[in-house]
């Protein structure tokens, strides 16, 4: 099992996310994940990048606590209103929807939804410290 190590404190919103994870797992790639759930989705299946020849992996995730605040409910809201601001691209009734939820406090944050997106990849561990 590989391990891999993402930096928390180098987290200060969703591009510097996957700025991380570029960094860990895309060495070597002539291309570079975008900034989208399904890209993390994809990477974490496996097949390329760092991964490709990984079928288990462990991500410790360090100063996670302050990713966990970067990727709050403010970092949430300004991605989820720029969804918004593209009619026709996402379905705007179920992205408003998401904010006014978040808005609510019943609604998932960023850090949360990639905390789902490891989850459904039982062969990647995810520490958090």
Known sequence: MADYVVEGSRIGGIPDLYAEL?????????WRLGTSLDALDDLLHGGYGALAEDHSARVVWRDSARSRQALGVAETERWLREKLAQPGTFQSDTIQRQLDDLRAGTGLTYFERVLDVFADHPQVTLDLR
């Open 22 to 30: 570029n960094r860990l797992f895309m060495t070597g790639e002539d």
